[in-house]
């Protein structure tokens, strides 16, 4: 009997343990904005331009699929696991180092494409999202 209830009491302690520390990283949804470049009234500023960030966790496996990755772990080590807003973030950095600030500019994303990568072993692993996309500046 005392066995089976430290054994309950274990497997409770684990679960909720991994419970917390699941994320899939990308928000997904359903309801899109759709624009169509037919008129003149733009103008590509920028090509293959492009972000990253990294998260490690302990004790897990992470998942890449497309543009979608999946991570299950006790604990994040490194990084602050927003992968794609971090990735976003970084990606307008780099236009901003070589065509200056963005801000208050009309500019737009264009052609983005998404690559994840992982890293999996069995006491660490981490998950790399890269983020590559054109610019565009309306008139």
């Known amino acids: 009997m005392k066995n089976k209830i430290l054994f309950s009491g274990l497997l409770l302690f684990c679960l909720s343990l991994l419970y917390g520390c699941s994320t899939s990283g990308m928000f997904t949804s359903a309801n899109m904005t759709n624009v169509q470049l037919r008129q003149a009234n733009y103008k590509i500023i920028a090509t293959n331009i492009s972000g990253e960030a990294e998260a490690g966790y302990i004790i ?12 299950l772990a006790i604990a994040r080590v490194s990084g602050t696991g927003m992968l794609y807003k971090e990735a976003l973030e970084n990606l ?26 992982a890293i999996n072993l069995i006491l660490y692993t981490s998950a790399k999202i890269y983020i590559r996309a054109d610019v565009i500046r309306f008139e």
């Open 60 to 71: 897990g496996a992470t998942f890449p699929a497309g543009p979608l990755t999946q991570t």
């Open 92 to 117: 307008w950095k780099n236009y901003e180092e070589k065509y200056g600030k963005a801000e208050g500019d009309k500019l737009a994303l264009i052609n983005v494409r998404y690559d994840t990568d």
